[in-house]
């Protein structure tokens, strides 16, 4: 029998923490200055990128896409016979952009030279520079920022010890969540380092991590999530994320909701309106967003994210294998369809 009381211990159980970048890294990191340096990149010359703002597609039924990215959250903000103009409720005047035709992440014409954009909403400039795989970079200078919409309340949520939320019950309303902004997109190329080069010596993207395989006994990077270098401005994990692949498609394109109820609300809602699924909801690791992708009508994936990792000109460079299980912390299985 002891006469004192045994400190309790708490059983080692999952765990979560919001930990500094430099600890979260891990081991294998560098910085941006020395990768920079190692790569002969010039910051002084590099188009600046401020954000990404939206996406175009090509669609054959504007119709049947118009209602997926309603119940996506999405809502119409101009439309013509042949082109819809989607916005969320930040900032952008628009966050999708659809135009009739076979299906196609879009190139516009008249690609070269200035283009006025006269009838879209926001106005603005655009130039179009094609990548070294075909593929276009619509460059928007001088789009007039809109009035921002309502923006969701934040939960208050009760803790073992520490219970805010007295005589206020939580109540929800189904519906499609509701997007906020274009976060990211995922791009498959065929030459990697090619296009890794291209977009770090032309842009501001910096590799926020890299992925590699090894062959030989010598690491070989297969993916990249970059962000764009605002310096000390903080900036989302991943504005871009290109991997290696047999073929050059745009893998997803994601759009920031407002947090995990809302992720889920959305998720029950696509659902019962017969979409498919392709992955989540999940929590990934590089990023920390929570996650959940879907197909559209089309066959193009979309993700709603919330809670995503932000960073600056401080924030290593992290290297790490590139596995599976390196995509999630939680989550159902990563499904075939998602590598491809
Ligand atoms: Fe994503």
């Not at 175009?56 to 903000?77: A, C, N, S």
């Not at 993207?205 to 903080?234: C, M, N, W």
Request: proline share 6%.
């Amino acid at each position: 029998m002891t006469s004192h009381k045994e400190p309790y211990q708490t059983p080692r159980g999952c765990h979560g923490a919001s930990i500094p970048d430099i600890t979260a890294t891990g081991p294998e990191q560098e910085s941006v200055m020395s990768w920079r340096e190692r790569s002969g990149i010039n910051p002084e010359g590099q188009i600046r990128l401020v954000k990404l703002s939206h996406m175009r597609y090509q669609h054959p039924d504007l119709e049947e896409i118009t209602t997926f990215l309603q119940d996506f959250g999405m809502h119409v903000v101009k439309r013509t016979d042949d082109e819809v103009w989607y916005r969320g409720y930040g900032p952008d005047a628009y966050v999708y952009y659809a135009r009739k035709g076979p299906k196609a992440a879009l190139q516009l014409p008249n690609a070269s030279g200035i283009t006025e954009l006269v009838n879209h909403p926001g106005g603005g400039h655009l130039v179009t520079v094609i990548d070294p795989e075909g593929y276009p970079v619509n460059l928007i200078h001088g789009q007039m920022s809109q009035q921002l919409g309502e923006y969701p309340e934040r939960l208050s949520i009760n803790y073992e010890m520490e219970k805010t939320r007295v005589r206020k019950f939580h109540r929800f309303n189904p519906g499609p969540a509701p997007v906020h902004k274009l976060g990211h997109f995922g791009y498959c190329v065929s030459d990697f380092p090619t296009m890794l080069n291209f977009y770090t010596q032309h842009f501001n993207l910096v590799p926020t991590d890299f992925l590699y395989i090894e062959k030989a006994g010598k690491k070989q990077t297969v993916a990249v999530f970059a962000h764009i270098d605002r310096g000390s401005t903080s900036v989302d994990h991943h504005t871009l994320f290109m991997m290696a692949n047999e073929t050059t498609h745009v893998h997803h394109c994601s759009f920031e909701v407002h947090d995990f109820d809302t992720q889920k609300l959305g998720h029950y809602w696509l659902a019962r309106k017969g979409y498919k699924s392709v992955w989540g909801v999940g929590r990934h690791i590089l990023g920390s967003q929570i996650f959940d992708y879907w197909w559209d009508r089309s066959g193009n994936m979309v993700e709603h994210y919330a809670d995503g990792d932000v960073v600056t000109d401080e924030t290593p460079i992290g290297y790490m294998p590139a596995r599976n299980e390196s995509l999630a912390i939680w989550g159902p299985e990563v499904p075939e369809e998602f590598i491809r």
